[in-house]
């Protein structure tokens, strides 16, 4: 099974999710095919791929589509990396998130687990306050050991998240030209 399809299969055991959209850079002839092969079995979804037009990072790709992302209307959305492979708690994320918002207006909720201390220096590590799970600090790919909490790829997003994106690319555009 290839891997887009273990994590349309994660995505689909949420009962309110409407849409995946799949976002990359590798051309549109490569994807669909096998969209097209799978969608069928998923029918309770929208399955899309988006293409982008150069290569964005996440959070420019994400941006880029924001329009298609927002377009359903939801009060968050699932962000997962296409490396991902395991089991995860979609929907438990998802209540985690909302009630995080409700209690701290979180913008992010990230799905982490322990790694070793030699493992943890290969991802995104987080450390956190262990009482509330607010992430103080977070270094992708630390060249110094950081914490052994690591960041897994699967993310909740609130909306919210386009303005502050928004705000950075200002920032960097105005300190670059002066």
Do not use: W
């Amino acid at each position: 099974m290839p891997l887009v399809q273990h994590l349309i299969e994660a995505c689909v055991k949420v009962p309110s999710l409407k849409e995946i959209l799949i976002l990359g850079y590798f051309p549109a002839e490569d994807i669909n095919p096998l969209l097209s092969e799978i969608s069928p079995l998923y029918s309770q979804v929208k399955i899309r791929y988006l293409q982008e037009y150069t290569r964005l990072g996440t959070a420019g790709g994400i941006y880029h589509f924001r329009d298609q992302i927002k377009a359903g209307n939801p009060s968050s959305f699932i962000l997962i990396n296409g490396d991902v492979s395991g089991d995860f708690p979609l929907q438990e994320l998802l209540e985690f998130h909302s009630k995080s918002r409700t209690s701290s207006n979180a913008l992010i909720s990230i799905l982490a687990t322990e790694a070793t201390r030699q493992q943890s220096v290969n991802y995104g590590c987080i450390v956190e306050n262990k009482e509330t799970h607010q992430v103080t600090h977070y270094v992708e790919k630390p060249e110094t050991f950081v914490s052994a909490l690591i960041s897994c790829g699967i993310y909740v997003c609130s909306l919210e998240i386009f303005s502050i994106i928004a705000n950075i690319f200002l920032e960097r555009q105005q300190s670059y030209y002066g």
